[in-house]
């Protein structure tokens, strides 16, 4: 009989590409990593892995049993699913992930209705990238998340995670504002774009979602960005345009509140958008379907709903 819990470093691995990746993002050491994945070996009767340096790769017969374990870890997530919705209310830990701006924006009213309704619930929040979100979740560091995605950095397909729409975003070119120049739509988000093409840019911290977007809408428009700052705090992004030190692409909840005079804000036709992140099979576990339906009922007015966004 195949372990389940071996299969899930088997997994692991399939989407990390070394043991050493794997170790550290399940607190294991890497002996006892290769010991399991030796025994999983024995227990499969075929090869698994193959040496290639510093890393493994799968065999053949390991990549058809990773998506076995995807099937088996979904039916154990909707078997905890079914035991939860049959204990009398809800209780214990729920390990949620979020981005700064809905952090702020949305994730507390959604608390507050959810300790309400929930008492026994514990939500732990950690602030996450989006890029970051499917390892934490099927390493179980998450039971939870928020993600998002642009027109320009579209969400890959990750196995082993569902995602669910929540709300959609405008998109804005934040520039030091000129003496009397009015906030405008863009008609044309190329030229709005090139109008800034020898001026310093402010974006994200290489990697994450949010500098590819800007990277790549910069680039659609026919030219790179000549980066000056990176700045994830979309408030600190606006105090840098304030201060003359570049124009930067920020989301609508990064420019939320009062506005600054200093600062010139022209839609783009372009859109962030967030959607909730678990476990496939955990759509029905009674706290993640709570925390999705109070975070729909916390969203500002203002924001496009997934109907609307869609």
């Known amino acids: 009989m195949l372990d389940v819990r071996r299969l899930r470093l088997l997994r692991e691995l399939a989407r990390r590409g070394t043991i050493a990746a794997v170790a550290d993002a399940l607190a294991f050491s890497p002996s006892a990593v290769s010991q399991q994945l030796g025994v999983l070996e024995r227990e499969a009767g075929l090869p698994l892995l193959e040496r290639t340096g510093r890393r493994v790769r799968l065999t053949p017969a390991a990549q058809h049993l990773v998506r076995h374990a995807d099937a088996v870890l979904e039916r154990l997530e909707q078997a905890e699913a079914d035991l939860a919705e049959a204990r009398s209310g809800l209780a214990g830990a729920l390990r949620i992930g979020s981005f700064p701006t809905a952090t702020r924006a949305v994730v507390p009213a959604a608390l507050v209705a959810l300790a309400r309704l929930h008492p026994g619930l514990e939500p732990m929040v950690s602030e996450t990238d989006p890029a970051a979100v499917a390892h934490a979740l099927r390493a179980g560091d998450l039971d939870v998340a928020l993600v998002h995605e642009y027109d320009f950095v579209p969400a890959p397909q990750e196995p082993g995670i569902t995602a669910e729409p929540l709300y959609g975003e405008a998109m804005y070119l934040a520039a030091p504002q000129a003496p009397g120049a009015p906030a405008e739509a863009a008609a044309d988000q190329r030229a709005v774009l090139r109008s800034h093409a020898d001026a310093p840019w402010i974006v994200a911290t290489p990697g994450t979602l949010c500098h590819a ?68 099979g955990a759509a029905a576990h009674p706290a993640v379907a709570a925390f999705g339906a109070a975070l729909r009922a916390a969203l500002p007015p203002e924001l496009a709903t997934a109907d609307a966004a869609a």
């Open 213 to 280: 977007m800007t990277v790549r809408a910069c680039q659609a428009a026919g030219f790179s960005p000549r980066i000056r700052h990176h700045v994830d705090e979309f408030a600190t992004v606006l105090a840098l345009v304030a201060a003359g030190q570049g124009v930067a692409v920020v989301p609508q909840l990064g420019v939320m509140g009062p506005a600054d005079p200093a600062v010139a804000l022209t839609r783009l036709r372009m859109e962030r958008r967030t959607r909730i992140a678990f476990r496939s």
